[in-house]
T-cell receptor, first 113, second 109 residues
Framework: DVKVTQSSRYLVKRTGEKVFLECVQD?????MFWYRQDPGLGLRLIYF???????EKGDIPEGYSVSREKKERFSLILESASTNQTSMYLC????????????FGPGTRLTVT | GQNIDQPTEMTATEGAIVQINCTYQ??????LFWYQQHAGEAPTFLSY????GLEEKGRFSSFLSRSKGYSYLLLKELQMKDSASYLC??????????FGKGTRLSVIA
């Protein structure tokens, strides 16, 4: 079974703090993704990566950065957290790009106060 | 760009059949996925269609018409545990999946 794990289920941070969200997958998947999910807006892609050291901007990359130093790990970084980044963050991985399902982690509910 | 539309909410009765529609506009279509997401949980894969027609998997079936840019998810013999959001997602070329906003299904007794 594919397993995608995220470092925290719930996180509370203060405005201006640097926040790291970690995601690890154990199935040697090439592709990894970071989404945020907000009521009424659905899943929105922040960043994705098709290979180690590689990253691509998604639809809403502003205020975020990512790091992929190892194939199994994809980190999302909020350089200076703001209240509008309060959201559910979901990491996903897939074996390939076209025709391959994405496997999701359990999500991190981040609250920025 | 891509555009995916699905109803925001639906309600159905336990034991009944419900059909959740999804329409999409995209170039370089490469398949359509349906995911189920219970409240507070991660989405889980339900089905994948790349060719026209119906794919059946137990109580769940998914249909695709590429010429019409249309898919539906059919849930039979509804159970209370089917109350969840259902997400339609489209694969286009070599770009990541694009998700619709989801349909929240409530199953009532």
């Amino acid at each position: 079974d594919v397993k995608v794990t995220q470092s925290s289920r719930y996180l509370v941070k203060r405005t201006g703090e640097k926040v790291f969200l970690e995601c690890v997958q154990d199935m040697d998947h090439e592709n990894m993704f970071w989404y945020r999910q907000d009521p009424g807006l659905g899943l929105r892609l922040i960043y994705f990566s098709y290979d180690v050291k590689m990253k691509e901007k998604g639809d809403i990359p502003e205020g975020y950065s990512v790091s992929r130093e190892k194939k199994e790990r994809f980190s999302l970084i909020l350089e200076s957290a703001s209240t509008n980044q309060t959201s559910m963050y979901l990491c996903a991985s897939s074996l390939g790009t076209s025709g391959y399902e994405q496997y999701f982690g359990p999500g991190t509910r981040l609250t920025v106060t | 760009g891509q555009n995916i539309d699905q109803p925001t909410e639906m309600t159905a009765t336990e034991g009944a059949i419900v059909q959740i529609n999804c329409t999409y506009q995209t170039s370089g279509f490469n398949g359509l996925f349906w995911y189920q997401q219970h409240a507070g949980e991660a989405p889980t894969f339900l089905s994948y269609n790349v060719l026209d027609g119906l794919e059946e998997k137990g109580r769940f079936s998914s249909f695709l018409s590429r010429s019409k840019g249309y898919s539906y998810l059919l849930l039979k013999e509804l159970q209370m545990k089917d109350s969840a959001s259902y997400l339609c997602a489209v694969n286009s070329g070599n770009t990541p999946l694009v998700f619709g906003k989801g349909t929240r299904l409530s199953v009532i007794a």
